[in-house]
């Protein structure tokens, strides 16, 4: 809309402009002026190493201000009312955009992906259509995945139910609440595509992120249809009614039974926590919590500490306890390979922030440079070169240089203490072989006097005392158990039961989790989950994303079978079985299936269950639309079908 350019207006597009990230200002300049120019020397970026945000595009200064000074210009025309140049520029552009913005070739199958993640074909289908009577939707779980299906169910005008057994939504971000719980993916990319937000910090902590949750379930008004604090126990598929009866709890022991055409899992992969099998845990005298079960208003301070496991959770309660605390005592399970990045912990100054509210096509752009750092630039360095001659540190000539780059950040992060700690902290395996953690001063953090990271096994615990396999006893007042959740036993907060009686544990085995799609398991008809197996996106990104189209995938599924009257969806156990053979077999090329090192990803049998073998956009693809063929289908059986 066109509006009056005040100097004052002037005057923050200013600053916020001498600010902003020159590659994501050169493809404004390209949308907003349609002058292709901007896409050549000297103005292309170069390409940028690591996972910062390249701010300079490494162009020289007298270039850097000419975009400065041509972005600022074209902002405010646009604010004055001149239209958009190119607003939907052509795949093919979009491809050579990104590419100049990234500083290296993207391949060509980007397009449709960066037109979707731009706005500017559809990505997540906000138009209603019409339901038979009575129609009711079951989604299980208030977090990210399940506020993602209601936002969208609300949309579409499908009449649904959201049962969390939590008082409020969030999951994770409202369970975990340890000292410097947060993200390792950038908040810019790691929210909504539908609902941007006003991110104070680049890498936000866990309050930002949760009170962002509660805004969008507020927002879009979804929370009328969720019921807190109650638990679904039990769910059964009623082959006759082509419904699923819904057994839950609420908090005062009341138990009722639902009625739903569809069930959406959204139960999470995070929980429940895990203990470790350790002598004598269970007579430690002094106090003693998980991360997940950080005690509200627990203090640590002045106390002596340990914490047991090294994994994400420990990296980032650990730096953010070391100065509180009398000592510190961590002792290691494994080792992690963990990244540097530049923007962890720093806020997004004021006038970017303007920036990200008031210009669109900048906070656009922002997003889709986020996801190609994080999502798919890494996914070719992960898969095995089968003529590599050093397959014991790493997987090909690229993984090799990451591990050459990682290894002398590690040195150099450890200073003075390299020599004594460089053995105990380097993994053997080869980097990504775990999900690549965030170094939020975890290194910086071991040159601590008061911090100790022991590496011996732990024998048995007496009193207050962990005694480790030589022999050494270490006391403490406080013990954290930073030993990560049961991921592997995929939807184990409730019982699952298919058409034909059996349950989706028993058909899974316990831990060997199948599904096509990561989606929908067959014997389990119009039942779909989110964040299912083989979903994670291993070589890093934003998980949201992946849920995002999961859930397109699954509203196009509602919208079919409320066209042509389907009752009943149950995918094909030939597809399923193909699908699934193909992920296996992915992943044998990959840097998951490794020898030598074991991970919260692959089950005792040595399958990854946990991890996507794709890249963001092959998933895009797979999803965009839902082929009936891939699904036994079966008419709606007239009027007896009712919601609960
Ligand atoms: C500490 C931590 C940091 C993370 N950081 C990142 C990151 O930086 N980037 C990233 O992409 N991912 C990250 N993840 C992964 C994260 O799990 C996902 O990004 C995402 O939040 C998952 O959302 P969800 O809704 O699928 O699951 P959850 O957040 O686990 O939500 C599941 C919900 O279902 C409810 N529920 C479960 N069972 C029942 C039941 N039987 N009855 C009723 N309600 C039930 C739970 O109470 C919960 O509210 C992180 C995870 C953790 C634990």
Not at 161 to 190: F, K, Q
Request: charged share 25%; with cysteine.
């Amino acid at each position: 809309m066109a509006e009056a350019i005040t100097p004052s207006i002037e005057r923050r597009f200013a600053e916020a402009i001498a600010l902003a990230n020159i590659p994501t200002l050169l493809m404004v300049l390209v949308q907003l002026t349609g002058e292709t120019h901007w896409l050549e020397e000297p103005y292309t970026p170069i390409r940028q190493s690591g996972m910062g945000d390249n701010d300079s595009g490494g162009l020289d200064p007298r270039n850097q201000a000419e975009v400065r000074e041509a972005a600022l210009e074209a902002i405010l025309a646009w604010r004055a009312g001149r239209p958009v140049a190119l607003p939907a520029p052509s795949e093919d552009t979009l491809v050579k955009m990104l590419s100049v913005a990234m500083g290296e070739p993207v391949p060509e199958e980007y397009g449709a992906f960066t037109a979707a993640q731009l706005g500017q074909t559809t990505f997540l289908d906000h138009r209603p259509f019409d339901v038979p009577e009575g129609y009711k939707v079951v989604v299980i779980g208030a977090g990210v995945s399940g506020l993602c299906a209601a936002i969208n169910l609300q949309a579409a005008g499908v009449a649904f139910d959201v049962i969390e057994r939590s008082p409020t939504v969030g999951g994770v971000w409202w369970e975990n609440t340890y000292p410097g719980a947060g993200v390792d993916t950038p908040n810019h990319l790691y929210s909504f595509s539908f609902a941007p937000y006003d991110w104070k910090q680049y890498f936000c902590l866990r309050d930002e992120l949760h009170g962002y949750l509660e805004d969008v379930s507020r927002e879009f008004d979804v929370r009328k249809h969720i019921r807190f604090a109650t638990t679904v126990e039990r769910i059964a598929y009623q082959d006759a009614r082509q419904t699923w009866s819904i057994e839950i709890r609420d908090a005062d022991g009341r138990a009722e039974v639902l009625e739903a055409n569809v069930v959406i899992s959204a139960a999470g992969l995070f929980n429940p926590p895990i203990e470790p099998d350790i002598a004598g845990l269970d007579g430690w005298t002094g106090e003693k919590w998980h991360t997940a079960r950080w005690p509200d208003g627990a203090t640590v301070d002045g106390k002596r500490v340990a914490i047991i496991g090294n994994g994400a959770s420990c990296m980032q309660t650990a730096p953010a306890i070391q100065d509180d605390v009398e000592s510190l005592t961590i002792y290691q399970r494994s080792n992690h390979w963990a990244a540097p990045f530049e923007q962890f912990g720093k806020e997004v100054p004021d006038a970017v922030r303007f920036l990200f509210r008031e210009c669109p096509i900048y906070r656009a752009w922002y997003r889709v440079r986020l996801g190609w750092t994080f999502n798919d630039r890494v996914h070719a360095a992960l898969h095995k070169d089968p003529d590599w001659d050093h397959p014991d540190r790493s997987l090909n000539a690229q993984n090799d240089a990451h591990r050459a780059f990682f290894t002398q950040y590690v040195i150099d992060e450890l200073g003075d203490k390299a020599d004594e700690l460089l053995d105990k902290v380097l993994p053997t395996y080869p980097p990504f072989g775990k999900r690549m953690l965030m170094d939020n001063g975890w290194y910086r953090m071991l040159r601590n006097p008061r911090v100790e990271l022991v590496d011996d096994r732990i024998e048995r615990i007496e009193a207050n005392t962990v005694i480790t396999g030589d022999g050494t006893a270490r006391e403490a007042d406080v013990l954290v158990l930073a030993t990560g959740f049961d991921v592997l036993r995929l939807i184990s907060t409730y019982e699952t039961i298919g058409r034909s009686g059996r349950t989706l544990r028993d058909t899974w085995e316990d831990d060997n989790a199948k599904a096509y799609l990561g989606t929908v398991v067959p014997d389990f008809p119009n039942f779909f989950m989110l964040y299912g197996p083989n979903l994670q996106p291993g070589h890093g990104g934003s998980l949201i994303f992946v849920v995002e189209m999961q859930v397109r995938y699954i509203m196009d599924m509602l919208a079919k079978m409320a066209a042509l009257g389907l009752g009943a969806v149950e995918v094909r156990e030939e597809v399923h079985a193909r699908y699934n053979d193909a992920v296996d077999a992915e992943h044998e090329n990959m840097v998951w299936t490794h020898p030598g090192m074991s991970t919260y990803y692959r089950n005792d049998r040595g399958r990854i269950v946990i991890n996507s073998p794709y890249r963001n956009v092959d998933f895009f693809e797979l999803t965009r639309r839902v082929d009936l063929d891939d699904y036994v289908t079966e008419p709606r059986r007239g009027s007896e079908l009712l919601a609960g």
